[in-house]
């Protein structure tokens, strides 16, 4: 099984739908983060979690929700999708720099979202 | 703005040559980390190879090695002697240590490895 996993790989809703991602991870990390990922924009961070009583924004928070259920589960809601939300979604977890490594990000498969 | 910018969104090399990828970033912090992953058409994120603001020899990772140009503010990635399986989307990335250990991402390359 994968350290990360996300759930659904797949999704097509429509416009105005409420969608939830969910990602679970075996790695131990206490660090969490999504990502989109767009054609030409690489990787943009949505939210991101230190641990289960943090939560930040990143880059490209508008319209959208987290929430950090436990160390290994952290979830990404949008509440009301639109079209331009259509992306390929990654969540990713790290260890803190020095602990045990680098700090690299451990990707999940990612979970491709269309809006129509 | 954006801080690491890959200015090849795709690129040919033929098997078995040398490829460097580039990647330069911005920041004003003396404390960074530059990372380069792989995304195959599989969609799967591989980390490759990372390089410390202060390591002063360029890391190597088997057939990656980074090539670290700090002056210049430069993390080009080299692979030598390309194979097949090396086709994929490449994405430098950086984290500035002092703004919350995110990553932030290029826009990435596109390698195709021509038999």
């Known amino acids: 099984d994968a350290d990360v996993t996300q759930t659904p790989r797949n999704r097509i809703t429509k416009t105005g739908k409420r969608i939830m991602l969910e990602c679970s991870q075996t790695?131990?990390?206490?660090?969490m983060y999504w990502y989109r990922q767009d054609p030409g924009l690489g990787l943009r961070l949505i939210y991101y979690?230190?641990?289960?009583?943090?939560?930040n924004k990143g880059e490209i928070s508008d319209g959208y929700s987290v929430s950090r259920q436990a160390q290994a589960k952290f979830s990404l809601s949008l509440e009301s999708a639109i079209p331009n939300q259509t992306a390929l979604y990654f969540c990713?977890?790290?260890?803190?720099?020095?602990?045990?490594?680098?700090?690299?990000?451990?990707f999940g498969e990612g979970s491709r979202l269309t809006v129509l | 703005a954006q801080k690491i910018t890959q200015t090849q969104p795709g690129m040919f090399v033929q098997e078995k040559e040398a490829v460097t990828l580039d990647c330069t970033y911005d920041t004003s912090d003396q404390s960074y980390g530059l990372f380069w992953y792989k995304q195959p058409s599989s969609g799967e994120m591989i980390f490759l190879i990372y390089q410390g603001s202060y390591d002063e020899q360029n890391a190597t990772e088997g057939r990656y090695s980074l090539n670290f140009q700090k002056a210049r503010k430069s993390a080009n990635l080299v692979i030598s002697a390309s194979q097949l399986g090396d086709s994929a989307m490449y994405f430098c990335a950086m984290r500035q240590n002092n703004a919350g250990n995110m990553l932030t991402f290029g826009g990435g390359t596109r390698l195709m490895v021509k038999p």
């Open positions: 790695k131990g990390h206490d660090r």
């Open positions: 990713a977890t790290s260890d803190s720099p020095g602990l045990a490594g680098v700090g690299e990000l451990f």
């Open positions: 979690s230190f641990d289960v009583k943090d939560i």
